[in-house]
Structures are given as structure tokens and as C-alpha cells.
């Protein structure tokens, strides 16, 4: 298996509720990454974990809490999310969190917060 | 900061032709380099790496290193209408995990 699954494909969401991302790999990579894309713009990173562990958080709302449940799984966690965040949330996978290692893209979950 | 420098374009390309695509790169730590292929509404695809000074071919592709000026660029050889899409110039390293992005390059080839 060498894709990365993200569920689910579309997600529309109020302001006021809570809803979770999830993101899957059976690759036996050790970092997953979630990054969010508005349209027109380059992928942002927010969150990698290495090893299971939250190893960087790019000053990103409370209102974003990511878990990492074992290795190949990976959630993002959203309540009270505001309209300006709607976007592509993507997640990606690789086998350690090192600057030489290849990281490969899920295809994403499009966010739309009403 | 770490900086990443695309030509946003578009750049149009005759099919056959080969396509360049440039990025810079501000931070002088950075160790690896990626392309990633990004067709309208999907997620970016990774089509090549490079972390060391010079070229590096596969397939049509070719990817290009200058540390010195701190340049990265990929060639495209004979172009296909396929080929057409956002290319994202991504860099890795100097002290940070996660990819830093360039805001890519829209390449269009014209049949």
C-alpha cells in the first residue's frame, strides 16, 4: 500500500460545530504532517508528528487540535472554526520527519465553514 | 524566515517543447529540494527530489541544484498536454521539519 487516504472528501461545517479529519497510511512511515491550502496559494504546514509525538504546532489556532492515535493514523480535530478557514486540509506521510525524506500527499479534505 | 521564489506565470510552453521552471530559495541551510505536480482541485504530486549540486534526470524530467545561488529548477522535456499544471518548487531542512512551500509556477503547453 503506498497511498496516503484522507476522509472525508468534502465537509461543510457551522461555526459552531465540531467535526474531525482523518487521515490514514500503511506505508510504515513515522511523520505525518497536516498543512491547510486556500485556493490560488501554496500548501501552509501546521502541524508534524514524529514518532507519534507533536513535534511542531506553526502557532496555529486552539481551535485546530490535531491527535495522533499510532503510527498510521492521524486526526484533525476542528470546533468553532470561522469562514476565513475554510480550505483544502491535506495530510501527508513520510518516513521520518528528516529533511531528506520524500513526503507524499493524501488527496485532501475540502473544508467549508458556513 | 525561509523563503521560497516562484515566477507564479503563466508560463506557455508549444507542445514538444521543453519547459523550465525556476525557484530560489532564501535560507542557506536548506538541505533537500522537491517538485511537486498540483493539477486543479487535487492534491500535490511528488515528482522529483534532489539534494545534491548538479542534475538529476527521470524520464522527461530533470532537476537542476545550485546551492552557490541557491537555485533550483526543473526542465521538462517534450512537452504534453498532460503536463499542464501548477508545479510547486517545496524545500526542507535548516533547522525545521515540514516542507516550506514556493507559491508555484501555472504552466500551460499549448497542443
Known amino acids: 500500500d503506498t497511498e496516503v487516504t484522507q476522509t472525508p472528501k468534502h465537509l461543510v461545517m457551522g461555526m459552531t460545530n465540531k467535526k474531525s479529519l482523518k487521515c490514514e497510511q500503511h506505508m510504515g512511515h513515522r511523520a505525518m504532517y497536516w498543512y491547510k491550502q486556500k485556493a490560488k496559494k501554496p500548501p501552509e504546514l501546521m502541524f508534524v508528528?514524529?514518532?507519534?509525538?507533536?513535534?511542531i504546532n506553526e502557532s496555529v489556532p486552539s481551535r485546530f487540535s490535531p491527535e495522533c492515535p499510532n503510527s498510521s493514523l492521524l486526526n484533525l480535530h476542528l470546533h468553532a472554526l470561522q469562514p476565513e478557514d475554510s480550505a483544502l486540509y491535506l495530510c501527508?506521510?513520510?518516513?521520518?520527519?528528516?529533511?531528506?525524506?520524500?513526503?507524499?500527499f493524501g488527496p485532501g479534505t475540502r473544508l467549508t465553514v458556513l | 524566515q525561509k523563503e521560497v521564489e516562484q515566477n507564479s506565470g503563466p508560463l506557455s510552453v508549444p507542445e514538444g517543447a521543453i519547459a523550465s521552471l525556476n525557484c530560489t530559495y532564501s535560507?542557506?541551510?536548506?538541505?533537500?529540494f522537491f517538485w511537486y505536480r498540483q493539477y486543479s482541485g487535487k492534491s500535490p504530486e511528488l515528482i522529483m527530489f534532489?539534494?545534491?549540486?548538479g542534475d538529476k534526470e527521470d524520464g522527461r524530467f530533470t532537476a537542476q541544484l545550485n546551492k552557490a545561488s541557491q537555485y533550483v529548477s526543473l526542465l521538462i522535456r517534450d512537452s504534453q498536454p498532460s503536463d499542464s499544471a501548477t508545479y510547486l518548487c517545496?524545500?526542507?531542512?535548516?533547522?525545521?521539519?515540514?516542507?516550506?512551500f514556493g507559491k508555484g509556477t501555472h504552466l500551460i503547453i499549448q497542443p
Open positions: 534532489i539534494y545534491s549540486n
Open positions: 508528528y514524529s514518532y507519534e509525538k507533536l513535534s
Open positions: 501527508a506521510s513520510s518516513w521520518t520527519s528528516g529533511p531528506g525524506d520524500e513526503q507524499f
Open positions: 535560507d542557506r541551510g536548506s538541505q533537500s
Open positions: 517545496a524545500v526542507a531542512g535548516g533547522g525545521a521539519d515540514g516542507l516550506t
